[in-house]
């Protein structure tokens, strides 16, 4: 035996289980590892030890040549889609007979669940490093070893999808049937197990595999009315790899990872940080709800370095608005175009519409293989968008700037809204003044609203252009004036001798009236005294020089308003022409103990709520629930005087509580605190005007000390004295 042996692979116990049914209890049926590609070789080395450091019996290493077949001829690449919502038909698949598959070795019966609930994602923890012309020999490989080597009659996987992004038909019964594999212990029923061929706990997952996983699991869950963003409950049948016991019902989401459920790392930590992108993948390629674009890309080809798009697109919720057309090219967004030209035969199949729904343009793609998707933007708050084609385009030269025209050439990358605005961004330049940059003017439902300039990096545009540099790239944003939906326009500016300003692209953009909601801050919440004083500021756009109102709460109840109207430059200088008039102070009667208090800024115009400011926690001592007040007002008489003045308890702000009058250190009368006082009112809003006393004090003749007690409601501790006064009679 001559050649040199190839570095160490681990190989951990195979992550994929049978679950035992009639068909499969009483086969021969072995534990193992998942199986390993080494190609061409004449010679193994293996070590077998267990995870405690014993040796397992009964080791068997099983050696499997998957022979030759015609199937090792498939094309490379998968045949692209082009429909919108493609989704709804399945993607080229290579069935079993394709890849070679000997169904003479196969000894089980297929078996079917009720349904499809989830979709599992899988990796085979193979070798990374194989080629398309090797695949076929792999999957005979895998299906040898699963059915004979492992006695499950059968492969495992329902589908494997390889890193070219080529999809191979697994498990047989039909891939449109609820076929039960064996990819999961404990969750094969029910379940759509895709795996990805080769080890992703070593690689990141290639972008054609993961487009053509979201094809496939998209058409699947499709079929069976499976939310891909959704959550379902599957029940356990147990088994040596289940991370649950036989009858646990858990819950999960409807394209989950492998170890989500088995004591794995399948699908390797690469792969399963790709999860979430996966299932958006998915979200993109189902069909789209009620209320999405409806459309067809009739043409998409290559004219030298430029992408040829053509089709039309109209949305059902905004029939008579130019629907944005999305173009990415290798994962960020190249061009939105605008679908606004005449089609009669769309207005004919769709009269609801009118005509003005086609598009047709050009976007320059840099040199090299470029992946380009495109999708149909939704324009109202119901739908989504609509994920129409992804595929690979190759484009051997760009053009130099002089060959390109005298009007401008650029692309709006992305219109979005960004709080009381939109921001727009791409990149534009003339190419008869290439280093020099152009002006972009932007429209807002066909009004001009401003400019910027293209000036800032972008190194693609410049690699692209031979010629230009860099400084072509923009990104602004400009002001809306109301919330709801608008249509944002941006032209980049001709500079020397073209004849038009050419559209870069439009979109329909929902900007949220929460955007307008107030803005505050509550900065001190303390003791003052008997009282609770809050200090702030609070801030509306849509009344920027009138003071807001500010709602102060206490323990989840209303206690109080309060004006944010004093003076604040530093509010005045965050927001520019509002002036400074917003700041708020002020006290409230709380009672002792400890309080949640909380603020809230009131809304006026535009807006959807009332904005919390703040909440802080205030320890108010045992003194904060004893009265308060004062005497105002001791007028002579002939007898001697009249004492006046006003008391509050705030354990009883609604009840008129008890003054009690002492002359000379002795009780003298009582008086009740329940007569109109609207200064009182206006100072304790809380607690209204109902707090005033009045009470006729007799004296004989000479000097005396007048005092006046409030008698306590509730837990405060003592009956204060509110105050006294000499007087001589």
């Not at 998968?78 to 399945?90: E, H, L, N, R, V």
């Not at 022409?577 to 002792?592: L, N, P």
Request: some cysteine; hydrophobic content about 40%; proline content about 7%.
């Amino acid at each position: 035996m001559s050649g040199s042996w190839g570095s160490w692979t681990t190989l951990e116990a195979d992550d994929i289980e049978q679950t035992e049914s009639p068909e499969t209890t009483g086969n021969d049926v072995r534990g193992g590892t998942a199986p390993y590609w080494t190609g061409d070789s004449n010679g193994v080395e293996a070590i077998v030890q267990s995870a405690e450091g014993t040796v397992p019996e009964d080791v068997r290493l099983t050696l499997i040549d998957p022979g030759t077949s015609a199937a090792d001829t498939l094309p490379r690449a998968p045949a692209p889609q082009d429909q919108a919502g493609a989704a709804t038909f399945m993607p080229d698949i290579v069935t079993r007979a394709q890849w070679g598959a000997d169904e003479s070795i196969r000894t089980w019966d297929p078996e079917y669940a009720p349904t499809i609930k989830a979709a599992t994602i899988h990796h085979t923890a193979d070798g990374n490093n194989y080629t398309a012309a090797q695949v076929p020999a792999m999957m005979r490989s895998i299906y040898a070893f699963h059915t004979q080597t492992r006695g499950w009659g059968d492969i495992g996987y329902n589908v494997i999808v390889d890193k070219y992004g080529r999809i191979f038909e697994g498990r047989y019964g039909g891939l449109s049937s609820t076929v039960v594999g064996a990819h999961a212990g404990g969750f094969n029923t029910g379940t759509f197990g895709v795996s990805m061929l080769g080890n992703y706990a070593e690689v990141d997952t290639p972008a054609a595999m993961l487009e053509s996983i979201a094809q496939v699991i998209a058409w699947k869950l499709a079929m069976y009315g499976v939310n891909p963003n959704g959550y379902t409950q599957l029940t356990s049948g147990g088994g040596g790899t289940s991370r649950y016991a036989a009858g646990a019902v858990v819950t999960l989401p409807t394209i989950f990872a492998h170890r989500d459920v088995g004591s794995t790392t399948c699908p390797g930590q690469y792969a399963y940080d790709r999860m979430g992108q996966i299932r958006d993948l998915v979200a993109a390629r189902t069909p789209a709800p009620g209320g999405s674009p409806v459309g067809s890309l009739e043409v998409m080809g290559l004219n030298g370095n430029q992408l040829v798009l053509s089709g039309w697109v109209f949305d059902p919720d905004f029939p008579p608005g130019g629907i944005a057309v999305a173009v990415d090219v290798d994962g960020s967004r190249a061009a939105t175009l605008v679908a606004t030209g005449a089609r009669a035969d769309v207005a004919a199949s769709y009269p609801q519409a009118g005509p003005d729904h086609g598009f047709s343009a050009s976007v320059p793609l840099a040199v090299g293989n470029r992946r380009v998707c495109v999708y149909f933007l939704n324009a109202s708050s119901s739908g989504r968008d609509v994920w129409v084609t992804c595929r690979i385009v190759t484009v051997s030269a760009a053009p130099p700037a002089s060959q390109l025209g005298d009007n401008p050439v650029g692309a709006m990358e992305d219109i979005r809204a960004a709080g009381r605005g939109v921001t727009l961004t791409g990149w534009a330049f003339d190419p008869n003044t290439p280093t020099s940059p152009v002006d972009v003017h932007v429209w807002v439902d066909g009004a001009y609203s401003g400019l910027f300039p293209a000036d800032r990096p972008r190194s693609d545009v410049g690699a692209r252009y031979a010629g230009i540099g860099a400084a072509h790239g923009f990104s602004a944003t400009v002001p809306i004036a109301t919330p709801g939906q608008h249509q944002v326009c941006g032209y980049a500016i001709n500079k020397a001798a073209g004849t038009v300003n050419p559209l870069l692209g439009c979109r329909t953009v929902d900007v949220a009236a929460s955007a307008w909601d107030p803005q505050g801050n509550l900065e001190t919440a303390s003791v003052a005294g008997t009282q609770l004083r809050v200090t702030g500021w609070a801030y509306d756009v849509d009344t920027p020089s009138t003071p807001s109102a500010v709602h102060v709460f206490v323990d989840g109840a209303y206690a109080k308003t309060l004006t944010a109207g004093g003076s604040r430059p530093d509010v005045a200088a965050v927001f520019p022409g509002s002036g400074d008039r917003h700041g708020y102070e002020g006290t409230v009667f709380v009672g002792a103990g400890r309080h949640s208090v909380c603020a809230f800024s009131i809304n006026s115009g535009f807006g959807t709520a009332n904005t919390l400011v703040g909440c802080r926690w205030v320890d108010m001592p045992a003194a904060a629930s004893e009265p308060t007040g004062g005497p105002d007002v001791l007028a002579p008489t002939r007898e001697g005087v009249v004492v006046s003045g006003w008391a509050i308890d705030p354990d009883a702000l609604g009840t008129a509580i008890d003054v009690h009058v002492y002359v000379d250190g002795r009780g003298f009368g009582r008086a009740v605190a329940g007569e109109d006082r609207p200064d009182v009112g206006a100072a304790f809003t809380e607690a209204g005007p109902r707090h005033g006393f009045r009470l006729p004090v007799s004296l004989v003749p000479g000097r005396h000390e007048v005092c006046v007690f409030a008698i306590n409601v509730g837990p405060g501790v003592t009956n204060p004295r509110l105050g006294c006064r000499t007087v001589t009679v």
